[in-house]
Nanobody
Framework: QVELVESGGGLVQPGGSLLLSCVASGGIFQLNDMAWYRQVPGKGRELVAMILADRTTKYADFVKGRFAISRNNAEFTVRLQMNGLESEDSGVYYC??????????WGRGTQVTVSS
């Protein structure tokens, strides 16, 4: 019902920045909650940030003050601005949406590698 495509990952030095984008198709975007999760080896997916349909935002403690999530409903896009990246931030970042029917959809992920 909903397809999500992430972009913007890559290799960055510690302290650097990346901007991740996720474009959604299908569904009623403005009614859906959006989120970014990440997965590192040996761990399951963990919530990084979310922005609800009413534009309320929530952040994991480990990214507060460094990351910012935003959405543009006209462009069906959610973004994650990541600043002050650390090696511990490396992993695959996944876009997620929870529809107004509370059904989850996931993108394929984009790799973020923070290394000197």
């Amino acid at each position: 019902q909903v397809e999500l495509v992430e972009s913007g990952g890559g290799l960055v030095q510690p302290g650097g920045s990346l901007l991740l984008s996720c474009v959604a198709s299908g569904g009623i975007f403005q009614l859906n909650d959006m989120a970014w999760y990440r997965q590192v080896p040996g761990k399951g997916r963990e919530l990084v940030a979310m922005i609800l349909a009413d534009r309320t935002t929530k952040y994991a403690d480990f990214v507060k003050g460094r990351f910012a999530i935003s959405r543009n409903n006209a462009e069906f896009t959610v973004r994650l601005q990541m600043n002050g990246l650390e090696s511990e931030d490396s992993g695959v970042y996944y876009c997620n949406t929870r529809t107004y029917r509370r059904v989850d959809f996931w993108g394929r992920g984009t790799q973020v590698t923070v290394s000197s």
